[in-house]
């Protein structure tokens, strides 16, 4: 168990996702650009076996903005795509509807 205080430190965003690439040293992993408000990051995300690139652009989904950038297989990763696993099938957390502006706090 964890109190608020330390819950509160996680930086819970929505972002736009911009651009989907296949990370050249790994065959489940894709590098995603996206768009958290003014800011674009990068962040690498093992979704690759549950969405073709095309399913993903344009979606805005939950990352935690906050985590300090880890290289991922030589790529750096500047923050978490939120997701859940569902036995094989990986399932992004997404905003409904999709319109919510990037950059917004989860709360």
């Known amino acids: 168990m964890i109190g608020i205080e330390d819950f509160q430190k996680v930086e819970l965003l929505?972002?736009?996702?911009?651009?989907v690439d296949v990370h050249p040293n790994a065959?489940?992993?894709?590098?995603?650009?996206?768009?958290v408000g003014a800011e674009k990051r990068q962040v690498v995300a093992g979704i690759r076996a549950s969405y073709a690139?095309?399913?993903?652009?344009?979606?805005?989904?939950?990352?935690?903005?906050?985590?300090?950038?880890?290289?991922l297989r030589g790529v750096d990763s500047c923050g978490m795509v939120?997701?859940?696993?569902?036995?094989?099938?990986?399932?992004?957390?997404?905003?409904?509807?999709?319109?919510?502006?990037?950059?917004?706090?989860?709360t």
């Open 14 to 19: 929505t972002a736009k996702v911009a651009s």
């Open 27 to 35: 065959d489940r992993l894709y590098v995603l650009g996206l768009e």
């Open 53 to 71: 690139p095309e399913a993903l652009l344009g979606r805005t989904v939950i990352v935690v903005a906050n985590l300090a950038p880890k290289p």
């Open 82 to 106: 939120l997701a859940v696993k569902d036995g094989e099938r990986v399932r992004v957390l997404t905003v409904d509807g999709g319109d919510a502006p990037s950059g917004l706090r989860v």
